[in-house]
């Protein structure tokens, strides 16, 4: 139980095209959805928090239009990174959680920004 | 300020040595604690939680436990396949993120 799946798994782009990540909670329903960014060997930062049906909380220094996040249903969270360039390249992982308690992370997915 | 620290950054151990990772906090509150595993190019594979000081949970060669002010992850004769990186986070009252130390990579040499 609480499998948590991201789409696509790698993506590279071109600068200054449009990303989309979506992140899927497979077994459960997900009243908040996280996004986090990591970069090379350092720890976890978060970027926003979700809940179904309502606009996304962004992290200080996040960049709300350019970051889009979608929180759709109780199983499906999207970000969209908006006119993506090559400082954007970065590890995306989406957490989803049920109650207020443990977030279970997906498998993240990579993008490279040319 | 809430914050999150894990100790030793890096360790190497053999297979069979047993150790300790350490992750220290200060929060305003503590909801919950929590400790993820992490391989590369993954992400976070969940562990345990703890919630309360003087709480320990057990899985395989892992055992979690909690004070006030940090908690500790045992390994206890560890394998190869123990290696990757151990990620701890804080959940603080009333607030649904979590706080994340940097993580401790431990590599376990045959």
């Known amino acids: 139980g609480a499998v948590v799946s991201q789409h696509p798994s790698w993506v590279i782009c071109k600068s200054g095209t449009s990303v989309k990540i979506e992140c899927r909670s497979l077994?459960?329903?997900?009243?908040?959805m996280f996004w986090y960014r990591q970069f090379p060997k350092q720890s976890l930062m978060l970027m926003a928090t979700?809940?179904?049906?309502?606009?996304?909380?962004?992290e200080q220094g996040v960049e709300k239009d350019k970051f889009l996040i979608n929180h759709a249903s109780l199983t499906l969270s999207t970000l969209t990174v908006t006119s993506a360039h090559p400082e954007d390249s970065s590890f995306y992982i989406c957490s989803a959680s049920a109650s207020a308690d443990t977030q279970y992370f997906g498998p993240g997915t990579r993008l490279t920004v040319l | 300020e809430d914050q999150v620290t894990q100790s030793p950054e890096a360790l190497r151990l053999q297979e069979g040595e047993s150790s300790s990772l350490n992750c220290s906090y200060t929060v305003s509150g503590l909801r919950g604690l929590f400790w993820y595993r992490q391989d590369p190019g993954k992400g976070p594979e969940f562990l345990f939680t703890?919630?309360?000081a003087g709480e320990e949970k057990e899985k395989e060669r892992l055992k979690a436990t909690l004070t006030k002010k940090e908690s500790f992850l045992h390994i206890t004769a560890p394998k190869p396949e123990d290696s990757a990186t151990y990620l701890c986070?804080?959940?603080?009252?009333?607030?649904?993120?979590?706080?994340f130390g940097s993580g401790t990579k431990l590599n376990v040499k045959p």
């Open positions: 703890l919630y309360s």
């Open positions: 077994d459960f329903q997900a009243t908040t």
């Open positions: 979700s809940n179904e049906g309502s606009k996304a909380t962004y």
């Open positions: 986070a804080v959940q603080a009252n009333n607030f649904n993120k979590f706080y």
